[in-house]
């Protein structure tokens, strides 16, 4: 069952810019202590790129503090990721996570492509 759903992935040229989103049910986003994104390169270990808690805190990687802006919107149940001034190394799978302080703890999402075509 699946209970985050990714959009917005695609193909950029770099210096360009994407919005990332995750929808979630409601039952889920209600109770959720953070909201994330996190991104997978080839080969590489998966990294945290942004958090945001449900007072608003955010958090970034220091690879995107002033490009990246992670936001939620609690009427949408939706977590995004605007991402500008892209680079190719921002290329990756992109997973949307919510951490919940009841099992299972968290939920992800399918993960969504983005390429940044340098």
């Known amino acids: 069952q699946v209970q985050l759903v990714e959009s917005g992935g695609g193909l950029v040229q770099a210096g360009g810019s994407l919005r990332l989103s995750c929808a979630a049910s409601?039952?889920?986003?209600?109770?959720?202590?953070?909201g994330a994104w996190y991104r997978q390169a080839p080969g590489k270990q998966r990294e945290l790129v942004a958090t945001?808690?449900?007072?608003?805190?955010?958090n970034y990687a220091d690879s995107v503090k002033g490009r990246f802006t992670i936001s939620r919107d609690n009427a949408k149940n939706t977590v995004s990721l605007q991402m500008n001034s892209l680079k190719p190394e921002d290329t990756a799978v992109y997973y949307c996570?919510?951490?919940?302080?009841?099992?299972?703890?968290?939920?992800w999402g399918q993960g969504t492509q983005v390429t940044v075509s340098s």
């Open positions: 996570n919510l951490r919940t302080p009841i099992s299972p703890y968290d939920y």
């Open positions: 409601r039952s889920i986003f209600r109770i959720a202590t953070v």
């Open positions: 945001i808690t449900s007072g608003g805190s955010t």
